[in-house]
């Protein structure tokens, strides 16, 4: 058998790399070409063959990307750039291969260049498939839904000014909630070495409380991070890029108002992966299940998905600690459709609601905790200008907690 060149080769060591100028041209930028390549592929006719020969050589360019490079330089705290690197890699797999297997060409609805004139440019398609994960403006995101605009729109740089504030509100808001978290246990789950966010030594009630307030904090910090990196990548898109800010539609709708857990997972959440997490595991289970498979499946996906994740940084966290509590977002969404149908709302709605989210995010965050993953740092936490008067009211309600 002839031999795989260097680069094809998988790591033979678990000893990751630190990141320099010659690895990441050679061991990142291969599998981005690639996924570059199958982008621009998958919009023309008669290409599958190209597709299906480009494929395996882009998962393993990308597995090899992901297992071989250490992106935080050796330095614990800024793990959470492994993290993104290696999901980054799963992403770029999993995306190919759907388009690998995708036998008509994929067809963009809407183009909107600098003039507003539509053109046909494969190569800026090619570049807004790679980026646009949601598939806005795509033949094959049917069923998406777009949050309303709450930027004004009358022009680019009205737009991006007003994004630039409030990803700079929201980074804040995620320094401000991640130096709270850490203030409950800096020694244990605020840390890298990670740790429990269940008190054994209070009872049961303030244990419990105490873990869905740090739960509840987290899920804000998530929201706060992620709303702040899309709208700051939204500036860029629309001043550098010149995009039109139509391109850029808002990711979050108030996850808190949501009165029901299909709103809130199917709407008011996120949706950058939904296509990602249907294709892999609604479609298989639902061809064996039925619907009930297909939403189930979706969840169990995006657990397998955040697994991943906690791999980057911790070998030895449990599959189950996120395929649980994802799984049982999944059987809740099941359980509110067969009960309440397509009525669910209001304020029981909502009670039901926040109250599943709670419960499971305990679970899911505890989770999280245990690998380390809470006790990462950034520039966030440390410019967060309320960092000193965050810490103290939160070791002080640790405090009475404990003296209860």
């Given at each position: ?179 709270a978290v850490q203030s409950f246990s800096p020694h244990a789950f605020g840390s890298v070495d990670g740790g429990t966010i269940f008190d054994d030594s209070l009872p ?47 990711s979050f709708d108030s996850p808190w108002r949501a009165t029901s857990l299909r709103e809130f997972w199917s709407q008011r959440w996120h949706q950058w992966f939904r ?101 990462g740092s950034s520039i966030l936490d440390s410019a967060t200008p309320v960092r000193q008067p965050i810490e103290r009211l939160v070791k002080t309600f640790d405090e ?5």
């Amino acid at each position: 058998m002839l031999p795989l060149p260097d680069s094809l080769r998988l790591p033979a060591t678990k000893a990751k790399v630190p990141l320099t100028t010659e690895n990441f041209a050679f061991g990142i930028l291969p599998p981005v070409a690639c996924y570059f390549a199958t982008a621009f592929l998958v919009q023309l006719p008669r290409t599958q063959l190209a597709r299906l020969a480009l494929w395996p050589i882009t998962a393993i360019l990308a597995f090899r990307a992901a297992t071989s490079l250490d992106v935080c330089m050796g330095q614990p705290k800024l793990d959470f750039l492994n993290i993104d690197l290696q999901l980054s890699m799963f992403c770029i797999a999993t995306r190919t291969f759907e388009w690998t297997v995708q036998t008509k060409p994929f067809i963009r609805a809407v183009r909107q260049s600098s003039s507003d004139v539509p053109k046909r440019n494969f190569v800026l398609d090619a570049l807004d498939l790679a980026c646009n994960f949601r598939g806005c403006g795509w033949d094959w995101s049917q069923g998406l839904y777009v949050p309303p605009e709450i930027h004004p729109t009358s022009s680019r740089l009205a737009f991006a000014t007003s994004n630039l504030v409030s990803g700079l509100k929201h980074s804040f808001l995620c320094g401000a909630i991640h130096s709270a978290v850490q203030s409950f246990s800096p020694h244990a789950f605020g840390s890298v070495d990670g740790g429990t966010i269940f008190d054994d030594s209070l009872p049961p009630h303030f244990r419990y409380l105490r873990s869905s307030i740090i739960a509840t904090l987290c899920a804000f910090g998530v929201y706060s991070v992620l709303q702040a990196a899309y709208e700051l990548t939204a500036v860029l898109c629309v001043l550098l890029f010149r995009q039109h800010p139509d391109q850029c539609p808002p990711s979050f709708d108030s996850p808190w108002r949501a009165t029901s857990l299909r709103e809130f997972w199917s709407q008011r959440w996120h949706q950058w992966f939904r296509r990602l997490f249907i294709f892999f595991g609604g479609h298989p289970l639902s061809l064996l299940f039925g619907r009930i498979g297909g939403v189930i499946g979706a969840f169990l996906a995006s657990g397998f998905f955040h697994h991943l994740a906690l791999l980057a940084i911790d070998q030895s966290s449990e599959l189950w600690r996120m395929l649980l509590p994802f799984g049982m977002m999944g059987a809740g969404v099941v359980i509110e459709r067969a009960v309440a149908g397509n009525k669910a709302g209001g304020w029981m709605g909502w009670t039901w609601t926040m109250c599943w989210l709670v419960l499971w995010g305990n679970v899911m965050v505890d989770g999280w905790a245990r690998a380390g993953m809470l006790g990462g740092s950034s520039i966030l936490d440390s410019a967060t200008p309320v960092r000193q008067p965050i810490e103290r009211l939160v070791k002080t309600f640790d405090e009475y907690l404990h003296t209860c």
